[in-house]
């Protein structure tokens, strides 16, 4: 069974980085397409950014074009999301989400991200 | 404001049916399949339908979506109170720039 376990979360300044990781297992993780999304306290579900099986292919959320940085290391069945220029309405729960037939198959229990002074 | 339309909140007593509308547009709902995730805040969200109207293993036939022009809709029968939760409509959106989009959720309650 496809598993997916985020980490890095934690508090952060404003203006600060946090890189998250999203450890994969139980299916071929370089065959598939991933993303991250988030959900800020009392919000709804966001989707933030999307790689491709071999990271050629990347998008992004307007929200967090230019200060989010997406990428994969295949070797590793391992997710990133490096975060700089972190604000207080960066602050959310993040997930990462295994990419199937147009649709977001199997989701990881999310990690915590909280920007403040 | 969420690129797609969903009611905030729905209710009904156990063992009735429920529906949940998501109205978008032509570069969203209109050009691409939809998908319905159930979400407990702080926990997975689960996906319950994809491709429209499609369930995957695990999901119970209680749960059906269904696709039309630029809307779609879930609907729940048999309600139970582990329905309890959330639900979001998503899909992408090809239109100026690709972006994954959601609907602002809705909130199902079991009276």
């Known amino acids: 069974q496809p598993k997916l376990v985020e980490s890095g979360g934690g508090l952060v300044e404003p203006g600060g980085s946090l890189r998250l990781s999203c450890a994969a297992s139980?299916?071929?993780?370089?065959?598939?397409?991933m993303s991250w999304f988030r959900q800020a306290p009392g919000k709804g579900l966001e989707w933030v950014s999307y790689?491709?099986?071999?990271?050629?292919?990347?998008y992004y959320a307007d929200s967090v074009k230019g200060r989010f940085t997406i990428s994969r290391d295949n070797a590793k069945k391992s997710l990133f999301l490096q975060m700089h220029s972190l604000r207080a309405d960066d602050s959310a729960v993040y997930y990462c989400?295994?990419?199937?037939?147009?649709?977001?198959?199997?989701w990881g229990q999310g990690t915590l991200v909280t920007v403040s002074s | 404001q969420s690129v797609l339309t969903q009611p905030p909140s729905v209710s009904a007593a156990p063992g009735q049916r429920v529906s949940i509308s998501c109205s978008g547009s032509?570069?969203?709902?209109?050009?691409?399949?939809v998908s319905w995730y159930q979400h407990l805040p702080g926990t997975a969200p689960k996906l319950l339908i994809y491709?429209?109207?499609q369930r995957p293993s695990g999901i119970p036939d209680r749960f059906s979506g269904s696709k039309s022009g630029t809307s779609a809709t879930l609907a729940i029968t048999g309600l139970q109170t582990g329905d309890e939760a959330d639900y979001y409509c998503?899909?992408?959106?090809?239109?100026?720039?690709?972006?994954?989009?959601f609907g602002g959720g809705t909130k199902v309650t079991v009276l």
């Open positions: 139980g299916f071929p993780f370089s065959e598939h397409y």
């Open positions: 491709d429209n109207n």
């Open positions: 790689i491709s099986a071999s990271g050629n292919t990347i």
């Open positions: 989400a295994k990419y199937d037939y147009g649709s977001f198959f199997d």
């Open positions: 032509r570069s969203n709902i209109g050009d691409n399949h």
């Open positions: 998503g899909t992408w959106d090809t239109g100026l720039s690709v972006l994954y989009v």
